[in-house]
């Protein structure tokens, strides 16, 4: 195999591969949010998939951004409003409610929702999931807002 031939080979080695499964938006490598995006935030409950019957939570904040977890050990992803709109459809999801939540401190949700796009995120099912990543993040921001049992569906997300 020649120089030129192996080059090409191994570039194509190195492309990312393309994602098959259905849309669960992006990965967020630079955050263009900012505090001042956090004087609207939602919490945002929609209906589950195959086994799941608790639904499943998404944190709406700003203009249209909606950020939430949706992988066993993932980096929580991020969608603009028409990609939440592909969300819903290609995952046959419809949404059940949205919360207004009260953030006391903008910068310190802002900073925790920067800290938590940058890491992978374990989910533990009940202890770990989707509700809490809303939780943490509003809760940063001196809201008390959350899910006592962190089965979204099942209850309301309220201080």
Excluded at 38 to 65: E, R, Y
Aim: aromatic content about 10%; overall charge positive; proline content about 6%.
């Amino acid at each position: 195999m020649g120089r030129a031939t192996n080059s090409a080979v191994q570039a194509q080695g190195n492309k990312p591969k393309p994602d098959t499964g259905p849309y669960i938006g992006d990965v967020m490598l630079h955050c263009v949010i900012r505090p001042d995006d956090f004087k609207h935030t939602q919490a945002v409950i929609v209906s589950g998939d195959g086994w799941n019957m608790c639904g499943h939570a998404l944190l709406h904040v700003g203009p249209g951004w909606f950020f939430h977890v949706a992988g066993l050990h993932d980096r929580p992803r991020f969608m603009r409003k028409e990609g939440y709109q592909h969300y819903l459809k290609e995952n046959e999801k419809r949404e059940i409610r949205r919360t207004m939540v009260h953030i006391l401190d903008i910068f310190g949700a802002h900073r925790k929702l920067l800290d938590t796009v940058s890491r992978q995120w374990l989910w533990l099912m009940l202890p770990n999931n989707c509700a809490t990543l809303v939780e943490q993040i509003v809760q940063a921001g001196g809201s008390r807002a959350g899910l006592y049992f962190n089965c979204p569906n099942a209850e309301k997300f309220a201080p």
